[in-house]
T-cell receptor, first 111, second 115 residues
Framework: GDSVTQMEGPVTLSEEAFLTINCTYTATGYPSLFWYVQYPGEGLQLLLK?????DKGSNKGFEATYRKETTSFHLEKGSVQVSDSAVYFCALSGSARQLTFGSGTQLTVLP | DAGITQSPRHKVTETGTPVTLRCHQTENHRYMYWYRQDPGHGLRLIHYSYGVKDTDKGEVSDGYSVSRSKTEDFLLTLESATSSQTSVYFC??????????????FGPGTRLLVL
């Protein structure tokens, strides 16, 4: 079945540092890929998505490129801010026509 | 923000008691979902609905039932709560269902503690 593997957290960075959160997936066919973010005490919000190979999703300075050859969708940001502290979830929508989530990565950004 | 509310937001109950959680939307979206969130597991789908009275099971449906008698309301029932059902429960809605244009909008969550 479909599955998503994210890098283990928690991740702690200083403000303005470069961020990478790794995400790899297993799926049949051609899934769509998503990053969701969960701020403390809130539900999940869509951060960005990509629907086919080599697509790049971007939003609020975050980027992720759909790499079919490596089955990856790593999240990156060039300069993180304290306000980016949250839990980040990688997810895919595949052949089962349901969202499958990774386990989440907690990010803390220190001033 | 998508118009999704969940009630109650917090609940403490005892093992063996029935519990019903409510999700209410004002967006008139066709699809509604119930997830549970547990450390190390991300979000796992419990049940979902693709229309009034149309529901299906997700990955972790054992011990849960759902009902949808109106477009705007999706109820999750724990018939006899167990400690393993202590979790944070999220409702989500989607206009198009799963697929390339899938975007799910999430409610604020219900924190359930079963003693």
């Amino acid at each position: 079945g479909d599955s998503v593997t994210q890098m283990e957290g928690p991740v702690t960075l200083s403000e303005e540092a470069f961020l990478t959160i790794n995400c790899t997936y297993t799926a049949t066919g051609y899934p769509s890929l998503f990053w969701y973010v969960q701020y403390p005490g809130e539900g999940l919000q869509l951060l960005l998505k990509a629907t086919k190979a080599d697509d790049k999703g971007s939003n609020k300075g975050f980027e992720a490129t759909y790499r079919k050859e490596t089955t990856s969708f790593h999240l990156e940001k060039g300069s993180v801010q304290v306000s980016d502290s949250a839990v980040y979830f990688c997810a895919l929508s595949g052949s089962a026509r349901q969202l499958t989530f990774g386990s989440g990565t907690q990010l803390t950004v220190l001033p | 923000d998508a118009g999704i509310t969940q009630s109650p937001r917090h609940k403490v109950t005892e093992t063996g008691t029935p519990v019903t959680l409510r999700c209410h939307q004002t967006e008139n979206h066709r699809y509604m979902y119930w997830y549970r969130q547990d450390p190390g597991h991300g979000l796992r789908l419990i049940h979902y609905s693709y229309g009034v009275k149309d529901t299906d099971k997700g990955e972790v449906s054992d011990g849960y039932s759902v009902s949808r008698s109106k477009t705007e309301d999706f109820l999750l029932t724990l018939e006899s709560a167990t400690s393993s059902q202590t979790s944070v429960y999220f409702c989500a809605i989607s206009e198009l269902g799963a697929g390339p244009q899938e975007t799910q909008y999430f409610g604020p969550g219900t924190r359930l503690l079963v003693l």
